[in-house]
């Protein structure tokens, strides 16, 4: 981690210094600011994102980028066949000069990790995470280990490739906050990554702009970001149409609707308002609900995706009216 490192701009107000991290890390990752104000809408909200993209399109970049922007340590985890949980979690070791076991952490013990190509693992080594995402913490030999603060978990998996690959079950997609997906650049866009790949900044370049304690405290504040009540009916209405759509097999759980809250709470501190309104729900409703549903069958056959089912959906929930904020 970075102990060296001047951070600047301190007195600023919170969604200033958070657009000057998204501009930050701006400086290597072209065109994608969006994804970067997703990534710490998840962050904040300490929800964790899984990619779903092609290969090479920068996903590793923007993450390193992330950390060295916040200060926060970094670990990547290649996913292979071959991993086992203990790679992920730790082991116990013999320690010779005290003649007994103890606890070794493993690289999920990072405040940012990387987990790449997760379903190339088994499904035992991916459900080893699962304490890990939902809890922040990892239990070993009957003793609890809390994990860094704050902990933020980027997974990748590739959408092309299917053999040899261990599909995450909906019980541990559950567990990620929002789904995204980088994509490919605009031609503009590519040619600026060419151009920068020569003449820019690189992600050692990088220097800090807020520490991991001003991440905390904006955790501490976006959850207590006020939501009408009206709103809270709103989140219910387009969940309960996830559960009775004759094109879905099965829709959000309780667990998303939470999150949905959760995300628009920390979408509205990102843009300066100690309030939610309809607008930050409407726009996390895909990249939180989409990985929540299974379409039938004839759905998939038909070319349908969930997010053009949850963009009907929430076209025909009536937007609620908000008189007052507080």
Not at 59 to 64: A, E, F, M, S, Y
Not at 79 to 100: C, E, H, K, M, Y
Not at 208 to 232: N, R
Request: glycine share 6%; hydrophobic share 45%.
């Amino acid at each position: 981690m970075e102990t060296t490192q001047t951070i600047e701009n301190k007195t600023e107000e919170p969604a200033a210094l958070i657009q000057h991290v998204i501009d930050h890390v701006g400086r290597v990752i072209v065109g994608k600011s969006d994804i970067v104000r997703l990534c710490l809408v998840a962050m904040i909200s300490r929800g964790h994102v899984i990619f779903e993209d092609v290969p090479g399109v920068g996903k590793t970049v923007l993450v390193r980028a992330l950390a060295k922007s916040i200060a926060c340590e970094f670990k990547r985890i290649q996913f292979t066949p071959d991993l086992l949980p203990s790679d992920v979690t730790g082991t116990a070791i013999f320690n010779q000069r005290i003649g007994d076991f103890e606890y070794r952490e493993g690289p999920i013990f990072s405040q940012i990790v990387l987990a790449d190509e997760i379903n190339r693992t088994s499904p035992k080594t991916q459900a080893a995470l699962l304490e890990a995402l939902e809890e922040h913490s990892v239990s070993f030999d009957g003793v609890t280990h809390a994990l860094p603060t704050p902990f933020f978990v980027l997974a990748t998996q590739n959408p092309i490739e299917y053999e040899g690959t261990f599909p995450l079950p909906e019980a541990q997609l559950d567990r990620f906050l929002l789904k995204l997906s980088v994509g490919y650049p605009t031609r503009d866009e590519e040619l600026d990554v060419l151009l920068r790949g020569t003449t820019g900044v690189m992600v050692q370049d990088l220097s800090a702009v807020v520490t991991p304690e001003q991440i905390i405290m904006w955790q501490q504040e976006a959850a207590t970001v006020f939501i009408d009540s009206t709103l809270y009916a709103y989140i219910v209405d387009i969940v309960h149409k996830t559960r009775h759509h004759d094109k879905v097999y099965l829709g959000v759980s309780p667990r998303g609707a939470i999150a949905l809250a959760r995300a628009a709470q920390a979408l509205a501190y990102i843009n300066g308002r100690m309030f939610v309104i309809p607008d930050d729900i409407k726009m996390l409703v895909e990249p939180v609900f989409g990985h929540r549903m299974i379409l039938h069958p004839e759905a998939r056959i038909q070319g349908l995706t969930a997010k053009e089912l949850l963009d009907d959906m929430v076209n025909s929930v009536t937007v609620p009216v908000i008189s007052a904020q507080r």
